[in-house]
């Protein structure tokens, strides 16, 4: 029973920290910086209001910053972040990400921002959820915990479960029917300092450092949005939801090398054909695509065209 009381305790502490920092942390305003950018790209011209889903909301900043965007409705499992949720006028719902309390294709983007990984979370059945009520051709942002080998006091006491590796979580995406538009490693810059510190936490940290960092990140989310980094703390996954034929998506790796050798014959046809890939512009084009390949050679059409791509997606 002390045992319980314990990990309830600290699980009320991390919820209060995170709504004393969230709204000035480094890592939280580059992250939710970032989330409100990927939402903007995916709604120009939206006729209809837009549905949003917050799953697994925490204290519910980032589901106040998303309102201006379209109508949303924010879940969460903590009675502790629900409150903390009510405080910021948020008037989020108990609910397990495992068995979503929605109707099937409800809404047009799903947001899980540091949830999946989670203990107490079927990452699987989870994801199925998320796939079930976005609407048809709908979009979920994902942004997990990455690299197991980085575990870390922070870890357990938020209570992860597990760390993806880039393969793993692109697998579960297109095993559940998604089609993935982007997955990068992100937060890079503070790969070294979670190496060598093992401890990022939601602490309050120096001003001049939080400012130093809010800068930097800022800078890497501008990048982000070119490039696939090759490492860093977390990940971030763009998926749609193509159809309501999960069968139809085959998991990434199926006939990767026949895709590798198509995208490389239309990469070579673009460059001789088109007179703007010569030069310089020949080099960014090819590491611009090069870097755009998130696992098993698929790459992101909604951030940035890649040959390898075509055979990605079908008709609109």
């Known amino acids: 029973m002390g045992k319980i009381v314990s990990i309830e305790k600290v699980r009320v502490s991390e919820y209060e920290k995170l709504f004393e920092n969230e709204s000035t942390h480094f890592y939280y305003v580059a992250l939710h910086n970032l989330v409100i950018s990927v939402v903007k ?63 099937a294709s409800s809404f047009n983007i799903v947001t899980s921002i540091d949830v999946l990984y989670h203990k107490g979370v079927n990452d699987k059945l989870a994801i199925k959820e998320f796939y079930r009520v976005i609407q048809p051709k709908g979009f979920l942002i994902l942004r997990v915990a990455a690299n197991n080998w980085l575990f870390s006091e922070h870890d357990q006491k938020v209570h992860t479960r597990h760390r993806y590796s880039k393969s793993e979580i692109g697998e579960k995406l297109e095993r559940a029917g998604f089609r993935v538009a982007k997955l990068s ?7 070294p300092a979670a190496i060598l510190f093992k401890n990022l936490s939601l602490n309050k940290v120096n001003p001049f450092i939080n400012f130093i960092f809010k800068y930097i990140l800022a800078v890497e989310n501008k990048v982000l949005r070119h490039i696939n980094f090759p490492q860093g703390v977390g990940l971030l996954a763009v998926a749609q939801k193509y159809d309501s034929h999960p069968q139809k998506n085959p998991p990434c790796g199926e006939f990767f090398w026949l895709r590798r050798i198509v995208s490389q014959v239309l990469f070579m ?23 755009n390949a998130p696992f098993g050679g698929c790459s992101g059409e909604v951030f940035l065209f890649s040959p390898s791509f075509l055979d990605r997606l079908g008709p609109r």
Do not use: W
């Open 269 to 291: 046809a673009i460059i001789n054909l088109c007179p703007q890939a010569s030069g310089l512009g020949k080099a960014t084009f090819y590491l611009r695509r090069q870097a």
């Open 185 to 191: 490693f992100m937060n890079f810059s503070l790969l």
């Open 41 to 103: 790209s995916l709604i120009p011209g939206h006729k209809t209001p837009v549905t949003i889903l917050d799953a697994g909301c925490g204290t519910g900043l980032l589901s106040k910053k998303l309102k201006q965007y379209g109508r949303v409705t924010s879940v969460d499992i903590s009675s502790e972040a629900i409150k903390f949720c009510q405080q910021r006028g948020i008037n989020a719902i108990k609910a397990s990400i495992n068995k979503l309390p929605f109707k």
